[in-house]
C-alpha cells in the first residue's frame, strides 16, 4: 500500500524501516526534515507537507508528541485534512486526549476520511522489534482495512471501542506502567535503606507475584545506575496529564496517578525531564 508517515521520533524511523521491509511505498513528513534523510537512501520520499502527503497515499499514520502536534500535522493550514483526498485513513498512533481524538474524527468525516486512535505500548524497544501493542478505536471495518499494515508494527493489535476507546485504554496502560514503577522504585529504596542486597531482592520478587515486565526490564537498569530513556520522565509526565484530563471528565478517582504524577514533577524539577522513566528512583533517593 501507499502510506504516509508522519514524525520520525525515538519510535517513527524504526516503524517506517518495517513498513519499508514489508514491501510498502512510504512517504514521510517530519517538522525536523533532517530525520528524514536517512530514510531517503531506503527508498522513502519525504512530502513538502502533510497536506502533500495526503494526496499521494492511501493511508496516513501519525506518530507524534502531543494533542497540539497532532491537532497541527492534521488540521493545521498544511494539514493532511486539506488535501482533498476522499476514502483516506487516518490511523494516530500517538498519545494525546481521548476527547479531542472524538472531535478530531468528527471533522474528518466531514471530509470523507476515516480516522482510528491507535496508540502503542512497548516504547522504543517494541517499535525497534516490531513487537507493539496497539489498541484501536474506531470503526471495526476501517481497522481490518488497515490491520495487515498494523501487523507489520505491532504483534497485539485489539480492537477495544469506539473514536477515543483507544486512547482511554493507552491512558489505563499509563496508569499501569506508572503506578508499577512507583513501587518498583519504592521496593529498591527500601532494600538499599534496610542495607539488604536489591539485586538480590530483585532476583527473589521477579519470580514471585510481585514480578512485572517493569521489574524485569527497568529493575536492573537501575541497579546499574542505567538511566538512558526508552521512554523519558517528560512524556510520561504529559501521558499521565491526560489521565487526569479523562478521570476529571468521566469522575474517577485515580490517587496512584495522582501520586506518580506527583513523583515524576518531581523529576522535572531536578532536571531529569530527559532522562528514562527509570529516574524515578532519584525521587526516592531524594
Not at 106 to 127: H, Q
Not at 177 to 197: F, H, K, S, Y
Not at 262 to 270: D, E, H, I, R, T
Amino acid at each position: 500500500m501507499r502510506i504516509g508517515f508522519i514524525g520520525l521520533g525515538i519510535m517513527g524511523t524504526h516503524m517506517v524501516r518495517h513498513l519499508i521491509r514489508a514491501g510498502h511505498q512510504v512517504m514521510v513528513w517530519n517538522r525536523t526534515a533532517s530525520k528524514a534523510t536517512a530514510l531517503e537512501a531506503e527508498g522513502v520520499v519525504v512530502a513538502r507537507s502533510p497536506r502533500t502527503l495526503g494526496t499521494m497515499v492511501e493511508v496516513v499514520i501519525t506518530c507524534v508528541t502531543d494533542t497540539s502536534d497532532v491537532e497541527e500535522v492534521l488540521f493545521g493550514a498544511q494539514g493532511v485534512a486539506e488535501c482533498g483526498t476522499n476514502g483516506l485513513v487516518v490511523v494516530d498512533m500517538s498519545t494525546i486526549s481521548a476527547g479531542a481524538t472524538r472531535t478530531m474524527a468528527a471533522r474528518f468525516k466531514e471530509r470523507g476520511i476515516d480516522m482510528l486512535d491507535a496508540p502503542v505500548s512497548g516504547g522504543e524497544l517494541g517499535a525497534k522489534n516490531a513487537s507493539l501493542s496497539i489498541m484501536v478505536g474506531g470503526k471495526r471495518e476501517v481497522l481490518e482495512r488497515v490491520r495487515p499494515i498494523l501487523a507489520v508494527l505491532g504483534k497485539s493489535i485489539v480492537y477495544v471501542g469506539e473514536h477515543g476507546a483507544g486512547q482511554t485504554v493507552k491512558a489505563c496502560n499509563q496508569i499501569l506502567c506508572a503506578v508499577t514503577l512507583v513501587g518498583v522504585c519504592e521496593a529498591i529504596a527500601l532494600a538499599r535503606r534496610a542495607g539488604v542486597d536489591p539485586q538480590k531482592m530483585l532476583e527473589v520478587t521477579r519470580q514471585g507475584a510481585g514480578g512485572s515486565w517493569t521489574l524485569d526490564h527497568l529493575g536492573p537498569k537501575i541497579l546499574a545506575g542505567d538511566l538512558s530513556p526508552a521512554f523519558m520522565v517528560m512524556l510520561m509526565q504529559k501521558d499521565l496529564g491526560l489521565v487526569v484530563e479523562l478521570a476529571d471528565e468521566v469522575d474517577a478517582t485515580i490517587p496512584g496517578t495522582m501520586l506518580a504524577q506527583s513523583l515524576m514533577a518531581q523529576l522535572v524539577s531536578m532536571g531529569l525531564e530527559r532522562f528514562g522513566t527509570q529516574a524515578l528512583v532519584k525521587a526516592f533517593e531524594e
